[in-house]
T-cell receptor, first 111, second 118 residues
Framework: KNQVEQSPQSLIILEGKNCTLQCNYTVSPFSNLRWYKQDTGRGPVSLTIMTFSENTKSNGRYTATLDADTKQSSLHITASQLSDSASYICVVSGINYKLSFGAGTTVTVRA | GAVVSQHPSRVICKSGTSVKIECRSLDFQATTMFWYRQFPKKSLMLMATSNEGSKATYEQGVEKDKFLINHASLTLSTLTVTSAHPEDSSFYIC??????????????FGPGTRLTVL
């Protein structure tokens, strides 16, 4: 069974600090890995997408890494802002557009 | 960028009634749309895959007669929750795949519809 596991489940950080979220997956065959940001009561918004040949990708203050050998990914948030408070979901794409979703990490940024 | 809209954003209905949720791709054509359900603090669960002009493919455990899906055009898919019950209360999210330009088969998600069945 294809699985995507994220850690931690939730975290609280102070505004301006950095944090790193983790994602481990067992999806095979692997097409790409995406990180989404989901605000409460809203749909997910794509942050980064990486194929197996890409090790890192940035989108502003968000930097994702991918190790296809160990099947691990991370999302690093730099200089966090209050607006970064959201759920961050790791999603792995296999074949036929099927997506495997992680449970998400809830990030709370406090002033 | 590709924009997907949903209507309504929130709906409250009485038990036993049917509710229709629309999913539209606003600036692109989508051959395939997906319907997800999300419970509080849980991840998205795929309910069905909707292809334009053909019957939807439902995931295991999803009742076809309960959740009717119609994909009549390349920009519109609808989900109808028939004879809704309180346990159908949830956050429903659609997504769409653009025909061209996306090398990653990226899915663009709608903003979601909050359904509350009284």
């Amino acid at each position: 069974k294809n699985q995507v596991e994220q850690s931690p489940q939730s975290l609280i950080i102070l505004e301006g600090k950095n944090c790193t979220l983790q994602c481990n997956y067992t999806v095979s065959p692997f097409s790409n890995l995406r990180w989404y940001k989901q605000d409460t009561g809203r749909g997910p918004v794509s942050l980064t997408i990486m194929t197996f040949s890409e090790n890192t990708k940035s989108n502003g203050r968000y930097t994702a890494t991918l190790d296809a050998d160990t099947k691990q990914s991370s999302l690093h948030i730099t200089a966090s802002q209050l607006s970064d408070s959201a759920s961050y979901i790791c999603v792995v794409s296999g074949i036929n557009y099927k997506l495997s979703f992680g449970a998400g990490t809830t990030v709370t940024v406090r002033a | 960028g590709a924009v997907v809209s949903q209507h309504p954003s929130r709906v409250i209905c009485k038990s036993g009634t049917s509710v229709k949720i629309e999913c539209r791709s606003l600036d692109f054509q989508a051959t395939t749309m997906f319907w997800y359900r999300q419970f509080p603090k849980k991840s998205l669960m795929l309910m069905a895959t909707s292809n334009e002009g053909s019957k939807a493919t439902y995931e295991q455990g999803v009742e076809k007669d309960k959740f009717l899906i119609n994909h009549a055009s390349l920009t519109l898919s609808t989900l109808t929750v028939t004879s809704a019950h309180p346990e159908d209360s949830s956050f429903y999210i659609c997504s769409a795949i653009t025909l061209a330009g996306a090398s990653y088969n990226e899915q663009f998600f709608g903003p979601g519809t909050r359904l509350t069945v009284l």
